[in-house]
C-alpha cells in the first residue's frame, strides 16, 4: 500500500462548478502538506501549502487538512476550462529531511 | 515560469549510456532536489543537496549520482542506462533546508531510452 493515495481519476465537470479533490494518507508524521498543478509536458506547479491541520484559502482554491482522519482536500471554487490538469497531493514530514511524499495525482477535464 | 531551469528538455539514448542532466535552481535558493516521474510509480524524490553537500538520499539507484557545484547549480548523472530509467526527471529548489520552504520544479529533462 502507498503511504498517500489519490483518486487518479480521470474527473470531469462543467465550467463553473465546485471542485474536490482528495488524498489520504497513512503516515502520521506527516506535517506540511502541498497541492501541486502540472499541465502536460511542464513541472509541477505550487498551489497550496499548508501546516498541521486546518484550512487554507488563496482565491478560488481551498485547502483542508484532517490530520485526525489523514485526509486532505482541495475545492477549486467556479473552476475554469484553464484549471484543467492533473493535481498531485505531496506530504512532508520533519524526520526524513525536505523529501517530498506524492500522491499519484488526479486528472482534471473542465469542460466549457 | 517557476525560474527553475532544466537542461535538456529532452535526450533520447541507448542501453549501457551514460547521461548528465543539468539543473540551475532560482536566484537564491541554496537546496536542490531531484525527483523521477514515471507512470508506474508517479513522483519520486531522489536526492537533496543544500549548498554544495548532500542533504538527503531517497532511493536513487548506485547507477545514480549528483552534486552541486559553487555556483548552486546541480547535475545529475545517470550511467549504465536501463529500458526502465525512461522517465521524467524533475529539479526542484528552495530558499534553504527547512521543511517549511517550498519546493519550486521546473519542467524537467524526459529522458528516453532505445
Known amino acids: 500500500q502507498k503511504e498517500v493515495e489519490q483518486d487518479p481519476g480521470p474527473l470531469s465537470v462543467p465550467e463553473g462548478a465546485i471542485v474536490s479533490l482528495n488524498c489520504t494518507y497513512s503516515?502520521?508524521?506527516?506535517?506540511?502538506f502541498m497541492w501541486y498543478r502540472q499541465y502536460s509536458r511542464k513541472g509541477p506547479e505550487l498551489l497550496m501549502y499548508?501546516?498541521?491541520?486546518g484550512n487554507k484559502e488563496d482565491g478560488r482554491f481551498t485547502a483542508q487538512v484532517d490530520k485526525s482522519s489523514k485526509y486532505i482536500s482541495l475545492f477549486i471554487r467556479d473552476s475554469q476550462p484553464s484549471d484543467s490538469a492533473t493535481y498531485l497531493c505531496?506530504?512532508?514530514?520533519?524526520?526524513?529531511?525536505?523529501?517530498?511524499?506524492f500522491g499519484g495525482g488526479t486528472r482534471l477535464m473542465v469542460k466549457p | 515560469d517557476s525560474g527553475v531551469t532544466q537542461t535538456p528538455k529532452h535526450l533520447i539514448t541507448a542501453t549501457g549510456q551514460r547521461v548528465t542532466l543539468r539543473c540551475s535552481p532560482r536566484s537564491g535558493d541554496l537546496s536542490v532536489y531531484w525527483y523521477q516521474q514515471s507512470l508506474d510509480q508517479g513522483l519520486q524524490f531522489l536526492i537533496q543537496y543544500y549548498n554544495g553537500e548532500e542533504r538527503a538520499k531517497g532511493n536513487i539507484l548506485e547507477r545514480f549520482s549528483a552534486q552541486q557545484f559553487p555556483d548552486l547549480h546541480s547535475e545529475l548523472n545517470l550511467s549504465s542506462l536501463e529500458l526502465g530509467d525512461s522517465a521524467l526527471y524533475f529539479c526542484a529548489s528552495s530558499v534553504g533546508a527547512d521543511p517549511n520552504q517550498p519546493q519550486h520544479f521546473g519542467d524537467g529533462t524526459r529522458l528516453s531510452i532505445l
Open positions: 499548508t501546516y498541521s491541520s
Open positions: 503516515n502520521s508524521a506527516f506535517q506540511y
Open positions: 505531496a506530504m512532508m514530514s520533519l524526520w526524513a529531511g525536505n523529501m517530498l511524499t
